[in-house]
């Protein structure tokens, strides 16, 4: 570096330095679910057997404010998909929750563990 930086031009050390990448900021750490005291802190809008209709649900979910996650799963063979909303925090976030997914429609949403 010394025998770059002595170049009569100083061109050499502009290369280098052109040359040398920018550091890059570290990746911002996925953030953690919170935490819930609640036995059931989501809040299950249903179960789906065609995935499409799972997004559907989980976009109408967006829509309204709410962060929806579609689980797929399987029992006896048979591929499903689960969207839930949450975790709440507590069992009024929780009541507003399902009060809003009713508004929207879904009268069958209820409470579950995950």
Known sequence: AAAIEA?????ATETA????????????PEPKPRASSLDKPYIQIGIFSVEENAENTATAM????MVPTVKKQSSQGKTFW??????????SERSTLLNKIK???FDDAYPVTN
């Open 82 to 91: 689960r969207v839930v909303v949450g975790p709440a925090t507590s069992s």
């Open 17 to 28: 330095a052109a040359a040398a990448p920018s550091p890059q900021p570290a990746p911002a």
């Open 62 to 65: 967006r829509q309204n404010g």
């Open 7 to 11: 170049a009569p031009d100083g061109s």
């Open 103 to 105: 508004g929207v429609g």
